[in-house]
């Protein structure tokens, strides 16, 4: 199946109409984490480069996590959508279940630590090529849930 965009770009500064269906995209390894499997949702295409929207699902156990980093971004939320992860955000574990929406402010310094095998979330983010840049370990993280 191919993904439809359309060329509105007079009527919205370049920007183009994008509709992406079940089966368009799939997840694919090769994003920021190896321990996950992401699909393009091709909003960084339609808005040229303004706004990556993809869904991020747990691919292997969560063993070392994401560590210590921070992203350089206008904009950021995750948007929990099946299982569950636990973040720090700075000194404060957080726990995401499904339905849950954070923002993650620009430049907070956060670590992936623990998701279910089910974790799947929308990510959704300004520029669409954000920098991650890690940081050294402010704070102690507890240890992931092991699966079964």
Not at 26 to 44: H, T, W
Not at 67 to 82: A, P, Q, S, T
Not at 91 to 117: E, M, N, W
Request: charge should be negative; include cysteine; glycine fraction near 8%.
């Amino acid at each position: 199946m191919e993904a439809v965009l359309e060329d509105t770009s007079s009527e919205l500064g370049g920007m183009l109409f994008s509709h992406i269906k079940e089966g368009d995209t799939e997840f694919q390894e090769g994003g920021l984490r190896d321990f996950f499997l992401y699909r393009d949702l091709g909003i960084a295409a339609a808005t040229k480069g303004q706004v990556v929207a993809q869904l991020v699902k747990a691919n292997r156990p969560p063993e070392e996590g994401t560590g210590w980093h921070r992203h350089e971004v206008h904009f950021h939320i995750v948007l929990m959508l099946k299982g569950w992860a636990r973040f720090m955000y700075e000194d404060k574990v957080t726990l995401v279940k499904a339905g849950d929406c954070v923002h993650q402010r620009p430049g907070i310094v956060h670590f992936l630590f623990d998701y279910s095998p089910d974790m799947e979330y929308l990510e959704i983010a300004s520029p669409a090529d954000f920098t991650t840049i890690d940081v050294p370990a402010p704070y102690p993280v507890p240890s992931p849930t092991p699966w079964a």
